[in-house]
């Protein structure tokens, strides 16, 4: 057409500015392990949106950096290519999983120790199993290295990879039963399974002296605590006399992945695995019925389980009983400022000051800031001797983390689950008022109340109780207890059990 001006062809690409040969030659493969890193992390984000949870994810993670490694090595000849394959990789991952709003994957905070500790959880582990081969990966790929520091390097790391290998294989397990002269009991229990529960594998802690004594199910508190190494030291006591069982709970510890999808960790669901349980240790066990203990959060779902199903259950007896979360909150968060006020403590005023009255809506970082205050409002109180000698002689830590019942990645689940789980449940248990959902139960009731509680959990217990309609009831108090009442004073509640709640067991 006259007028219009046409290109010229021409072998000078400056003039469509194309890249010339030898740089797509150069930058090609690197697009192309880009490209894989991406892919995989897509991959990995959708279907493990929580990252590594068990053994054998984690071993898969190691193996997929490795991997990553190896072939961005070979294909650049440079071990530094490490550094955009993770950043993709993570990158990918991050998008894929973006609609998971758990504190652990959603949030990033840094502006207290709980977040600090949650990015380490949530993040810093995963980057540490997966960058570490990596880097094992990449220095291999990349060929021979010119220097003999480079081949001591790459010794290192590989020991080093494989040392977090062994400690991300290394099983988990219970010790035996043993008597007082430190010997196994002949015929004892005591086993770490799974179970399925909705559609979900738990982990069931059992043990026994006595296979065919009955059976006390405990549900431990929370929401979003294990209990599986704590529970199994401080209950030693009862194990002569019961079959003690307990679980990881959905979304605590081990179980820690079936907190996904969390549309369906819900209140209701809680309640119906541990009718499940039930339902399970009483096939087990041959057993009609069991005896249900809660602590804490796990009276509430003990008392909702006994009202559901109380053909399942012998007796129920509650620890640190809950009655109306949000009310125990308002009740000791206002505690919380008349000792500010009283004792002129500019920190607790701060603290209650930046949290706002409860029900708290930064979950669940204000509810551990609290938590922390509580040693203020306790009085002075001494739990019995065999508590604080079973606790010292087993060297866990306050959550338990170092329990053998636990793997390395079902280590990093306790705290995970702990800070996950509570942010799911908690909500829904806002408004919750066992005075007025729960006025009665049509099993024996035992309540045991530690003197030294919170004004603001014990006073509703006690309201609850004085006013529940039960065929039989019984409130034992203790001095020398406050929230963890049945751990606390487990030789005198293993006297209770012998002589009032095993009685009923031949009543059925």
Same mark, same amino acid.
């Given at each position: 057409m006259?007028?219009?001006?046409?290109?010229?062809?021409?072998? $000078?690409?400056?003039?469509?500015?194309l890249?010339?040969?030898?740089?797509?030659? +150069?930058?090609a493969?690197?697009?192309?392990?880009?490209?894989?890193?991406?892919?995989?992390?897509?991959?990995?984000?959708?279907?493990?949106?929580? /990252?590594?949870?068990?053994?054998? /994810?984690?071993?898969?993670?190691?193996?997929?950096?490795?991997?990553?490694?190896?072939?961005?090595?070979?294909?650049?000849?440079?071990?530094?290519?490490?550094?955009?394959?993770?950043?993709?990789?993570?990158?990918?991952?991050?998008?894929?999983?973006?609609?998971?709003?758990? #504190?652990?994957?959603?949030?990033?905070?840094?502006?207290?120790?709980?977040? &600090?500790?949650?990015?380490?959880?949530?993040?810093?582990v995963?980057?540490?199993?997966?960058?570490?081969p990596?880097? &094992?990966?990449?220095?291999?790929?990349?060929?021979?290295?010119?220097?003999?520091?480079?081949?001591?390097?790459?010794?290192?790391?590989g020991? &080093?990879?494989?040392?977090?290998?062994?400690?991300?294989?290394?099983?988990?397990?219970?010790?035996?039963? %043993? $008597?007082?002269?430190?010997?196994?009991?002949?015929?004892?229990?005591?086993?770490?399974?799974?179970?399925?529960? /909705?559609?979900?594998?738990?982990?069931?802690?059992?043990?026994?002296?006595?296979?065919?004594?009955?059976?006390?199910?405990?549900?431990?508190?929370?929401?979003?605590?294990?209990?599986?190494?704590?529970? +199994?030291?401080?209950?030693?006591?009862?194990?002569?006399?019961?079959?003690?069982?307990?679980?990881?709970?959905?979304?605590?510890?081990t179980s820690?992945? *079936?907190?996904?999808?969390?549309?369906? *960790?819900?209140?209701?669901?809680? !309640?119906?695995?541990?009718?499940?349980?039930?339902?399970?240790?009483r096939?087990?066990?041959?057993?009609?019925?069991?005896?249900?203990? /809660?602590?804490?959060?796990?009276?509430?779902?003990?008392?909702?389980?006994?009202?559901?199903?109380?053909?399942?259950?012998?007796?129920?007896?509650?620890?640190?009983?809950? !009655?109306?979360?949000?009310?125990?909150?308002?009740?000791?968060? %206002?505690?919380?400022?008349?000792?500010?006020?009283?004792?002129?403590?500019?920190?607790?005023?701060? &603290?209650?000051?930046?949290?706002?009255?409860?029900?708290?809506?930064?979950?669940?970082?204000?509810?551990?800031?609290?938590?922390?205050?509580?040693?203020? @409002?306790?009085?002075?109180?001494?739990?019995?001797?065999?508590?604080l000698?079973?606790?010292?002689?087993?060297? =866990?830590?306050?959550?338990?983390?170092?329990?053998?019942?636990?793997?390395?990645?079902?280590?990093?689940?306790?705290?995970?689950?702990?800070?996950?789980?509570?942010?799911?449940?908690? #909500?829904?248990?806002?408004?919750?008022? @066992?005075?007025?959902?729960?006025?009665? =139960?049509?099993?024996?009731?035992?309540?045991?109340?530690?003197?030294?509680?919170?004004?603001?959990?014990r $006073?509703?217990?006690?309201e609850?109780?004085?006013?529940?309609?039960?065929?039989?009831?019984?409130l !034992?108090?203790?001095? $020398?207890?406050?929230?963890?009442?049945?751990?606390?004073?487990?030789?005198?509640?293993?006297?209770?059990?012998?002589?009032?709640?095993?009685?009923?067991v031949?009543e059925?």
């Open positions: 006259a007028g219009t001006m046409s290109p010229v062809l021409t072998d $000078d690409r400056s003039a469509w500015h890249p010339h040969p030898g740089a797509l030659r +150069r930058w493969p690197l697009a192309g392990v880009l490209a894989l890193a991406a892919l995989t992390g897509l991959l990995t984000g959708q279907v493990a949106p929580l /990252g590594p949870v068990s053994s054998v /994810g984690a071993l898969v993670v190691m193996a997929t950096g490795a991997g990553l490694g190896l072939v961005g090595g070979r294909v650049v000849r440079s071990a530094w290519v490490v550094v955009p394959l993770a950043v993709v990789h993570v990158a990918a991952i991050e998008i894929a999983r973006s609609d998971v709003l758990l #504190p652990t994957v959603h949030d990033v905070r840094i502006d207290s120790i709980w977040g &600090l500790l949650a990015l380490v959880l949530g993040r810093g995963h980057a540490l199993l997966l960058v570490l990596m880097i &094992l990966g990449a220095r291999v790929g990349a060929g021979r290295p010119r220097r003999r520091a480079g081949a001591v390097g790459t010794a290192v790391v020991a &080093l990879t494989l040392g977090l290998a062994v400690v991300v294989a290394l099983p988990a397990g219970t010790p035996p039963v %043993r $008597d007082a002269d430190g010997e196994i009991v002949p015929g004892s229990v005591a086993t770490l399974d799974t179970v399925w529960l /909705g559609g979900d594998p738990h982990s069931v802690l059992v043990r026994a002296a006595d296979p065919d004594a009955p059976v006390l199910l405990y549900l431990s508190g929370g929401p979003g605590q294990s209990d599986l190494a704590l529970a +199994r030291v401080l209950s030693e006591p009862w194990v002569d006399d019961v079959v003690f069982a307990t679980f990881d709970q959905r979304g605590n510890g820690y992945a *079936a907190l996904l999808p969390t549309e369906e *960790a819900t209140l209701d669901r809680a !309640v119906a695995d541990v009718i499940d349980l039930t339902l399970h240790l096939a087990r066990f041959d057993e009609d019925k069991v005896i249900l203990m /809660g602590e804490s959060w796990g009276t509430i779902l003990g008392v909702l389980a006994v009202e559901r199903r109380p053909d399942l259950f012998h007796a129920y007896l509650g620890s640190g009983q809950m !009655v109306d979360v949000t009310e125990t909150d308002r009740r000791i968060y %206002r505690d919380l400022v008349d000792y500010a006020d009283r004792t002129g403590d500019r920190a607790v005023a701060d &603290l209650t000051e930046r949290i706002g009255e409860p029900p708290y809506a930064d979950l669940p970082w204000a509810n551990a800031d609290v938590m922390l205050a509580y040693e203020y @409002l306790y009085g002075p109180y001494t739990p019995s001797e065999g508590y000698a079973r606790g010292e002689a087993s060297g =866990l830590d306050a959550f338990g983390v170092r329990g053998v019942e636990y793997t390395f990645l079902d280590k990093v689940d306790v705290l995970r689950g702990l800070m996950d789980t509570f942010a799911v449940m908690y #909500p829904q248990i806002q408004g919750l008022d @066992l005075r007025q959902e729960v006025p009665r =139960l049509e099993v024996p009731v035992f309540v045991l109340d530690g003197a030294a509680e919170l004004d603001g959990r $006073d509703l217990a006690l609850w109780y004085a006013a529940l309609d039960a065929p039989q009831k019984r !034992v108090t203790f001095q $020398d207890a406050a929230h963890a009442v049945a751990f606390e004073q487990a030789g005198a509640v293993d006297r209770l059990l012998v002589e009032e709640v095993l009685p009923l031949g059925r």
